[in-house]
């Protein structure tokens, strides 16, 4: 097949875990067979000759930028790049496309070009975006005002658009039942955040005084997850027995705007990096202190990839299929967990069977071929 993938994301390089869904989603439909035309953002400007993937041509657009009556008003949830329809033209008559890939966020706007030319469209989701908005942190009235008027905005364009394609796709059952409310359940369909096992076989040397927190510190679920953790978990004992490195995406300025230190009681903040890896790798456990969000963490399993424990609440691993996590849901339960945590080697390794059976590569292109073909038999079935 020919295939037109959209997203507003930027994919490289791969230091977000939206970034990672979306490169894994492009490599895997490559590696099926097929031809993939991938319309991108790259706004840290890479080489993309850097992250060649064969059977993927990478065309690039630009963020639409918002004016003040756009963010007030929230009409950017429904109007179109001309950018970007120019570019889905210029595929379109270039090449014959079998199916197009609406990847990440609040793209359904973008249906009705395709619909016009008879072509069927995968949307794929990231999270039940809408329920995610629901849980952002509101502290007076106008900021409670707000979040609800974004939410209404996001479940507005979610039934306006989400039931006009051929198939969902969403990362876990939790998210599955959210969209099953207002989409034909025949058409919602579970692909798990997944990885390239054969990215995650890096050797490092593991560091038993080492904790390593890995996101992008931005996004309120990880900064107030952080927030938590150090108010009521770490303390000075903790920070006799361990070194935390926050890395990612906003960790330094984070942990500044809490403390007022780029470094505090042993934590300390790395920054942004290109590969998470070697971090995740080296530590004796990642934390991931989560009191919000929805989907599946991609932290989580770049850890279980890794073999690395993961000492989490039980929202930083929902959704994720493994018995083999170290839960603490309370200040009190997890400084216990990390005071009394030794790793023999047995929880990681258990973490990688468990990674492998659900959310390898391998066994996402299936699933991914799978809804390839439901979709390409129902777009037969209509034209009979």
Not at 137 to 142: G, I, L
Not at 238 to 256: H, P
Not at 339 to 362: C, I, N, P, V, W
């Amino acid at each position: 097949m020919n295939i037109l993938f959209f997203t507003t994301i930027s994919p490289f390089p791969q230091n977000g875990g939206e970034k990672i869904r979306s490169y894994y989603l492009l490599k895997a439909l490559a590696e099926l067979g097929h031809q993939v035309f991938a319309i991108i953002r790259n706004e840290e400007q890479a080489d993309l000759r850097q992250y060649r993937i064969e059977g993927v041509e990478f065309l690039t657009h630009r963020k639409l930028p918002l004016g003040m009556m756009d963010r007030i008003t929230g009409k950017h949830y429904f109007q179109q790049s001309g950018e970007v329809l120019r570019l889905f033209k210029t595929v379109c008559t270039n090449y014959k496309i079998d199916v197009a890939f609406l990847d990440y966020g609040f793209i359904g706007q973008y249906m009705r070009f395709f619909a016009d030319r008879g072509i069927p469209v995968i949307l794929g989701t990231h999270n039940a975006q809408a329920m995610h908005t629901l849980q952002v942190p509101a502290h007076n009235f106008m900021q409670k005002l707000r979040r609800s008027q974004l939410v209404a905005l996001e479940k507005m364009h979610e039934r306006r658009y989400f039931r006009q394609a051929a198939a969902v796709l969403v990362v876990s059952e939790h998210d599955k039942a959210y969209h099953t409310g207002f989409i034909d359940p025949e058409k919602v369909f579970v692909v798990p955040n997944f990885l390239d096992e054969r990215e995650y076989n890096v050797q490092e040397q593991r560091d038993p005084r080492l904790l390593v927190m890995t996101a992008n510190f931005g996004m309120f679920m990880n900064n107030q997850g952080l927030k938590w953790f150090m108010d009521e978990v770490w303390d000075d004992a903790l920070a006799e027995k361990f070194e935390l490195w926050l890395v990612g995406r906003q960790s330094k300025e984070t942990l500044i705007r809490f403390t007022g230190k780029s470094k505090w009681k042993n934590i300390t903040g790395i920054g942004k990096v290109e590969d998470m890896k070697p971090y995740i790798a080296k530590a004796a456990a990642v934390i991931i202190p989560l009191l919000h969000g929805s989907g599946t963490r991609l932290k989580c399993l770049e850890a279980m990839a890794l073999r690395t424990p993961v000492i989490a609440t039980s929202k930083g691993v929902e959704g994720v299929q493994s018995s083999h996590f170290i839960i603490a849901d309370t200040g009190r339960a997890f400084k216990q967990t990390l005071q009394s945590f030794h790793d023999d080697g047995h929880t990681g390794a258990a973490l990688r069977e468990d990674f492998m059976k659900e959310y390898s590569a391998d066994v996402n292109r299936q699933r991914l071929e799978s809804i390839l073909q439901f979709v390409y038999d129902k777009q037969k079935v209509a034209h009979v």
